[in-house]
């Protein structure tokens, strides 16, 4: 298992692990460095890497990003030390998903004519109202199902939200962490243009969980031509952690040593 998993999400975003329960998945997957990356939002850490019960954590940040060529992707923030600008941005990102949460869900209970009953708070989103919709002994539909016919992009609850410029997020990124780094390269529908993006970033996250073999030539190419540091992360958004990561030499190069 790897040393270091930095792509983590807990419940303060959509993931279904506590933030309080970390420690204990991470040493369930002997993972000693967890990197918290929730969308959109900042951690209630005092510092940007912290140890809390035995665990290091490096507080993280995910933010979604639309690049001039209108392809969407994520950014990954480490070590992030935050800035009045990226606050405010987190609570402007917050409010809108708030508006569209509560959109989403007012949809899906008129057209199912079923009461959800889920709290739209910080760090709301879509696997929110499928995991409800899930739940519900009213529906038909399970955790895909619900994105495939109801709340996917193309379904007929589905509701967009505003996503900032990628050159406004990298700026905010860049001001407040130590590293910005591309995420999951190869899950966009043209890898090609979205590498090409990290010219005017830190990173990449290399190791990822895609499944099956993936062809990591582009990603290699892309650290190559621009110098790129590599990260890497399980993605988790359950208590399975370590399923990509860096070994511990890895992590102290890229957030200890450097």
């Known amino acids: 298992m790897p040393h270091a998993d930095l792509h983590v999400h807990t419940t303060r975003s959509d993931g279904s692990l506590s933030l309080e329960a970390v420690p204990d998945a991470a040493r369930e997957a002997d993972v000693s460095v967890v990197g918290v990356t929730d969308h959109d ?8 890497i912290v140890d809390r019960d035995g665990i290091t954590f490096v507080h993280g940040i995910e933010l979604r990003v639309q690049a001039p060529s209108g392809i969407r992707v994520d950014l990954l923030g480490y070590a992030v030390d935050p800035t009045a600008a990226l606050e405010a941005a987190c ?69 967009p939200r505003e996503i900032p410029p990628f050159e406004e997020g990298r700026r905010l990124l860049s001001d407040a962490c130590r590293i910005v780094s591309l995420a999951h390269p190869l899950r966009y529908d043209d890898p090609a243009t979205a590498l090409e993006l990290t010219a005017d970033l830190d990173a990449v996250e290399r190791d990822y969980p895609y499944g099956g073999d993936a062809d990591y030539r582009l990603v290699d190419r892309a650290i190559d031509r621009y110098g790129l540091l590599a ?7 359950d208590d399975r952690l370590g399923l990509a990561g860096l070994t511990e030499p890895a992590f102290r190069d890229l957030l200890l040593d450097s």
């Open 231 to 237: 990260t890497a992360g399980s993605d988790a958004h």
């Open 91 to 159: 609570e402007r990102i917050q409010r809108n998903r708030r508006e569209r949460g509560r959109a989403i869900v007012e949809c899906v209970e008129d057209r199912l004519g079923i009461d959800l009953a889920v709290d739209v708070a910080d760090g709301f989103g879509r696997p929110h109202v499928a995991r409800a919709i899930d739940a519900h002994p009213g529906t038909e539909y399970d955790y895909q199902g619900a994105f495939d016919d109801l709340i996917g992009n193309d379904g007929p609850c589905y509701v």
């Open 41 to 48: 939002r900042l951690q209630p850490f005092s510092e940007p």
